[in-house]
């Protein structure tokens, strides 16, 4: 209880006088590690498990697993993964998961892809975890992505908000407007085109080809609008010179309850800088920079010295 409420501490209070730990109490702990970003604890309480020569479990090693991904420890990870093989738990889909997920995060695609095609059951999650190596790799993969989609879709396997939304984000890096847009005409005929991760991957992929009616069409259609659809919309409007849409944008945020954060107002002074519009952004850096202390960081900075450049 008190790991997924992100309570460690008091986690730990609760594990520490527990006279006999067994299997679920460690994984708990783990677990609750690794929930709140403390992933190298989760392995460091891990070895001291391993010396009380406890038996381990599908859930445990996919938990310690998923700790690897974290902090990409492929070391431990690989060390892991021949435990996985000798336990006869390589047929997990949960360990099977945990397993892509780990070297898709370190960038080894192709063991990613050996533990799928290995797998006899897969489901989203599975597929969901691989698209992750492609995304933060960077690649130019795009058929083995398509390659991938289609082979969930031939399974039967559904296909969920997390796999449009890593799909439409991989077009949106690797320059494949058509096909992002065939992605969205899918999501939206399995009822997951109104989903907000969804249409933020939409706006971000139209708005980086230009397309920026087509952005702010999504940005409208969204019933519920968060802090990362916001940005993605003022961001948007600023390579392209159109600082006065992205001020309105900007300028609506706190009208429906959005404090604009720090990627807000650089994006906005962008797009001044973008414009030649230097005035407003001087004066935008001004009212916002006793505020949200925005001169701290290098990219607010360099704005504005672009500004001041062009006012001379």
């Not at 403390?38 to 010396?51: C, E, H, P, R, T």
Request: with cysteine.
């Amino acid at each position: 209880m008190y790991g997924k409420h992100g309570l460690v501490e008091d986690a730990e209070k609760m594990f520490q006088p527990i006279g006999e730990k067994n299997l679920v109490s460690w994984t708990a702990l783990l677990s609750g590690y690794v929930r709140n970003n403390y992933a190298i604890k989760a392995l460091g309480s891990f070895v001291g498990m391993l010396d009380s020569s406890l038996y381990v479990d599908s859930c445990c090693l996919s938990t310690v697993l998923d700790g690897c991904s974290e902090c990409k420890n492929l070391d431990l990870g690989v060390q892991i993964h021949g435990n996985v093989i000798k336990l006869v738990y390589l047929s997990d889909v949960n360990v099977g998961t945990a397993l892509i997920h780990l070297y898709s995060k370190c960038g080894n695609l192709r063991s990613a892809r050996l533990i799928l095609n290995g797998l006899s059951h897969k489901n989203a999650a599975c597929f969901n975890a691989i698209l992750v190596g492609f995304t933060e790799k960077d690649s130019h993969h795009e058929e083995d992505v398509l390659f991938l989609f289609s082979q969930q879709r031939e399974e039967d396997i559904y296909l969920d908000v997390v796999t449009f939304s890593q799909l439409l984000s991989l077009s949106a890096n690797q320059a494949s407007l058509i096909r992002g847009r065939s992605i969205h005409a899918c999501a939206i005929k399995m009822g997951c085109g109104n989903d907000i991760s969804v249409a933020n991957a939409v706006i971000t992929m139209h708005a980086k080809y230009g397309s920026i009616d087509d952005a702010y069409l999504t940005f409208k259609s969204i019933n519920e609008h968060d802090s990362i659809c916001w940005n993605a919309m003022v961001s948007a409007y600023a390579p392209y010179g159109q600082a006065g849409r992205a001020f309105l944008i900007f300028e609506e945020m706190p009208r429906e309850g959005f404090t604009p954060d720090k990627i807000a107002i650089l994006c906005a002074l962008q797009g001044c800088c973008y414009s030649g519009v230097w005035e407003d952004g001087i004066c935008l850096f001004n009212e916002t920079e006793p505020k949200y202390g925005v001169s701290t960081l290098l990219e607010h900075f360099a704005c504005v010295v672009d500004l001041l450049g062009q006012a001379g």
